[in-house]
């Protein structure tokens, strides 16, 4: 079983950057692909982000290229998203959640297997 819990959120201002951790617990997190959805105030819970398992490959959606970064760091089991540049489009509860295909590609809600409970980034103008 694996257990991932967001933090890391927060209000900000239009511009400013904030940074979310994804601890992941669990044997296997090494093997699995992490992604990041967010669902905007009632909205579908929409792709963000996602990193294979190596961390060699890394997927973007259009929205958030270029100012959003995912990493990872296996020994601390922690996934990170960086966020600069945010608007206030970005405010959403944003979700980690781990794939066991290990790739990371799915772009849809049911291409992964775990996911964490949410933390609120609320962006103003």
Do not use: H
């Not at 990170?80 to 959640?97: E, F, H, I, R």
């Not at 992964?112 to 933390?119: M, N």
Request: glycine share 12%; proline share 2%.
């Amino acid at each position: 079983q694996v257990q991932l819990v967001e933090s890391g959120g927060g209000l900000v201002q239009a511009g400013d950057s904030l940074r979310l951790s994804c601890a992941v617990s669990g044997r296997s997190f090494s093997t699995y692909a992490i992604g990041w959805f967010r669902q905007p105030p009632g909205k579908e819970r929409e792709f963000v982000a996602a990193i294979n398992w190596s961390g060699d490959n890394t997927y973007y959606s259009d929205s958030v290229r270029g100012r959003f970064t995912i990493s990872r760091d296996d020994a601390k089991k922690v996934v990170a998203l960086q966020m600069n540049s945010l608007k206030p489009g970005d405010t959403a509860v944003y979700y980690c959640t781990a794939d066991k295909s290990a790739e990371g590609r799915g772009r849809t809600i049911y291409e992964y297997d775990y996911w964490g409970q949410g933390t609120q980034v609320t962006v103003s103008s």
